[in-house]
């Protein structure tokens, strides 16, 4: 592509080991205080009183929902196949149409 845009261009994108700006003030206030994150919402939900400030319900709560996904992530959505005839025979009609030709079967006799 003429002009230079797209593909790889040596020097382009973020350096290795980068902290991006979020993180690194996170990470100073987290060193002031001794507290990550997860940890100051779990004094919050708990209702410890901190600087002086006695947490409502509502911020418990509040609390709660945010620190959740600390410690259970959400369950991600799987598709599931389910066949409500239960008809073995009609699957397996169903897959002889859709293989065709491609199948072979073997006669035994019967007896």
Do not use: C, W
């Given at each position: 592509?003429?002009?230079?845009?797209?593909?790889?261009?040596?020097?382009?994108?973020?350096?290795?080991?980068?902290?991006?700006?979020?993180?690194?003030?996170?990470?100073?206030?987290?060193?002031?205080?001794?507290?990550?994150?997860?940890?100051?919402?779990?004094?919050?939900?708990?209702?410890?009183?901190?600087?002086?400030?006695?947490?409502?319900?509502?911020?418990?709560?509040?609390?709660?929902?945010?620190?959740?996904?600390y410690y259970a992530p959400r369950l991600a959505a799987v598709a599931a196949n389910v066949n409500?005839?239960?008809?073995?025979?009609?699957?397996?009609?169903?897959?002889?149409?859709?293989?065709?030709?491609?199948?072979?079967?073997?006669?035994?006799?019967?007896?």
């Amino acid at each position: 592509m003429s002009g230079g845009h797209g593909g790889r261009r040596s020097g382009a994108g973020r350096r290795t080991g980068t902290v991006n700006r979020l993180s690194q003030e996170a990470r100073e206030e987290a060193a002031k205080t001794g507290d990550l994150p997860h940890e100051f919402l779990l004094q919050v939900m708990r209702g410890d009183r901190i600087a002086g400030h006695k947490p409502t319900f509502a911020e418990r709560m509040d609390a709660a929902k945010a620190a959740a996904p600390y410690y259970a992530p959400r369950l991600a959505a799987v598709a599931a196949n389910v066949n409500p005839t239960n008809d073995p025979i009609r699957d397996l009609l169903d897959e002889v149409a859709r293989r065709g030709s491609k199948l072979t079967f073997k006669h035994r006799p019967v007896g």
